[in-house]
C-alpha cells in the first residue's frame, strides 16, 4: 500500500544553517506530493506540491523536488530562520483522494 | 466561513462516555476528511466523504467510531465509549475535490482527553 516515511525529528539548528528534511514514499504509480506545515498553535497548511516526476516545489524559501528514480521528495532550505520553527509533514495524495502524511519532523531554529 | 470550522476546540471526557465532534468546511469543498494526529503518531487518516459517493471508512480504528456527514456540508465525528487511547487532536481538512493536486484545508483541530 501507500505510505510515507520522513527523517525522525526532532531537528535544532543556528539560524541561516541548511535545511534538508528527507522523506520517501512507497505507491503506485505517481501519486502528487506534498510537504504541509504546522506552526505552534496552528492548523496544518500547505508548504509546497509537486504533481508529477522532476517537479520541483518551491515556497518561501523551501524546495522539494519530485524524484521518482529514488521515490522522494526532500525538503530543503538554504538558510533556516527561527520563524520557521514548526513541524513538516510529507505527504501523497492516495487513490481515494486523500492524504497519507508521515509522522512529522519538528524543527527548532536557534537565534 | 473563511475557513473550516472545528469545534470544540478542547473536550475533557471520562472513560466511556460518547463524544460528538464538528466540522464546518469551506463553502463549495465537496471532500471532506478526518484524521488523527497522536503524540508520535503522526496523521492517521479516519474517513473520507465526497459528494454523495459512499463514504472512505477505511481507517476507521474501531467500530467505536462513526462519522456522517449531513446535506454534504456539516460532519460530525462520533466516538462511542471512549478510551484514554483515543486522546489526541482530531483535524478535519476539505478540498474542493478529490482529484489532482487539489490542496486540502485543515481546521485547528478539537483535542480530545479522554480520564
Known amino acids: 500500500g501507500n505510505s510515507v516515511t520522513q527523517m525522525e525529528g526532532p531537528v535544532t539548528l543556528s539560524e541561516e544553517a541548511f535545511l534538508t528534511i528527507n522523506c520517501t514514499y512507497t505507491a503506485t504509480g505517481y501519486p502528487s506530493l506534498f510537504w504541509y506545515v504546522q506552526y505552534p498553535g496552528e492548523g496544518l497548511q500547505l508548504l509546497l506540491k509537486?504533481?508529477?516526476?522532476?517537479d520541483k516545489g518551491s515556497n518561501k524559501g523551501f524546495e522539494a523536488t519530485y524524484r521518482k528514480e529514488t521515490t522522494s521528495f526532500h525538503l530543503e532550505k538554504g538558510s533556516v530562520q527561527v520563524s520557521d520553527s514548526a513541524v513538516y509533514f510529507c505527504?501523497?495524495?492516495?487513490?481515494?483522494?486523500?492524504?497519507?502524511f508521515g509522522k512529522g519532523t519538528k524543527l527548532s531554529v536557534k537565534p | 466561513g473563511a475557513g473550516v470550522s472545528q469545534s470544540p476546540s478542547n473536550k475533557v471526557t471520562e472513560k466511556g462516555k460518547d463524544v460528538e465532534l464538528r466540522c464546518d468546511p469551506i463553502s463549495g469543498h465537496t471532500a471532506l476528511y478526518w484524521y488523527r494526529q497522536s503524540l508520535g503518531q503522526g496523521l492517521e487518516f479516519l474517513i473520507y466523504?465526497?459528494?454523495?459517493?459512499?463514504?472512505?471508512k477505511s481507517g476507521l480504528p474501531s467500530d467505536r467510531f462513526s462519522a456522517e456527514r449531513t446535506g454534504g456540508s456539516v460532519s460530525t465525528l462520533t466516538i462511542q465509549r471512549t478510551q484514554q487511547e483515543d486522546s489526541a487532536v482530531y483535524l478535519c481538512?476539505?478540498?474542493?475535490?478529490?482529484?489532482?493536486?487539489?490542496?486540502?484545508?485543515f481546521g485547528e483541530g478539537s483535542r480530545l482527553t479522554v480520564l
Open positions: 505527504a501523497l495524495k492516495g487513490s481515494q483522494g486523500n492524504l497519507i
Open positions: 481538512a476539505s478540498s474542493l475535490g478529490p482529484s489532482g493536486a487539489g490542496e486540502l484545508f
Open positions: 466523504f465526497q459528494g454523495n459517493s459512499a463514504p472512505d
Open positions: 509537486a504533481t508529477k516526476a522532476d
